[in-house]
């Protein structure tokens, strides 16, 4: 199974509208920017502001549960089955939802995770801890300058561990993950095997779109199947053995007998 964006969506992670009002309104009336994704690109004018902001941003996007019961009722589908999941969401929805962390492969990074901006080392560390205290103990938009992270080997300043340019950390966890992975496409390469893809976009579709539809087109047993708000398609190729469902995630999900 592969996931993107869209399924978080549906799940309630929404960075727009009501949802950004309610934890970054002050960031919004000083700096003027009208969502999370862009006030994760802007430019502050110093480690204590920029941490402010992410801090809440991995607070409630990566601590918080999602506010719909989606990945819940993706789990529930998938009770008994043989599954590996896929994602370039780096919210951990599914574990929180109660997924074997074993059969999953966070591709794009973890919000959970820091790494050295440099980067001088293959390691990331867990920031759950430290994240909680800034958004405790920030004030006026600004953490205590205490708690900007460091790294413990070369003293640069710590990043978030997503893949945003070739400096993104594939930690021993990562690597793990990435083999697992590979172990399960090669023991499914024959026989009857569902491809279900949520949510995904164009953004990135070499790491599950393309790679699904390449698995679907190679195995004549495969089905492809795709549920999406708005890009629910797929090749002429294997148009006979592929489910398109344009529709909101949760509602399709929530629909399907258990």
């Not at 006030?39 to 607070?59: H, K, L, M, V």
């Not at 001088?120 to 759950?128: G, Y």
Request: aromatic share 14%; proline share 5%; net charge positive.
């Amino acid at each position: 199974m592969g996931s993107g964006a869209g399924l978080s969506t549906s799940a309630g992670f929404t960075y727009d509208g009501e949802r950004f009002r309610q934890y970054f309104s002050d960031f919004a009336e000083k700096y003027g920017f009208r969502d999370m994704y862009t006030g994760g690109f802007y430019p502050y004018q110093t480690p204590e502001e920029y941490w402010a902001y992410w801090s809440r941003y991995i607070y409630i996007n990566r601590y918080l549960d999602a506010p719909r019961p989606v990945y819940k009722d993706l789990l529930r589908l998938l009770d008994g089955k043989d599954y590996f999941v896929l994602t370039t969401n780096v919210d951990h929805c599914f574990q929180k939802a109660g997924f074997d962390k074993h059969r999953l492969f966070y591709t794009q990074g973890d919000y959970g995770l820091l790494q050295c901006s440099r980067p001088c080392c293959r390691q990331t560390w867990d920031n759950e801890a430290l994240i909680r205290r800034m958004v405790a103990e920030q004030k006026d938009m600004r953490v205590p300058a205490g708690l900007v992270p460091r790294c413990p080997n070369c003293g640069r300043p710590l990043t978030t561990n997503l893949r945003a340019n070739d400096r993104f950390v594939e930690d021993a966890g990562w690597q793990q993950a990435s083999g697992r992975y590979n172990d399960f496409v090669r023991r499914h390469r024959r026989g009857k095997v569902l491809c279900l893809e949520l949510g995904v976009g164009y953004n990135t579709p070499v790491i599950i779109k393309y790679p699904f539809w390449q698995m679907t087109f190679q195995n004549p047993q495969a089905t492809y199947a795709c549920i999406n708000c708005s890009e629910a398609a797929c090749p002429g190729e294997i148009e006979r053995q592929s489910i398109c469902i344009r529709g909101d995630i949760g509602d399709v999900l929530h629909a399907l007998p258990g």
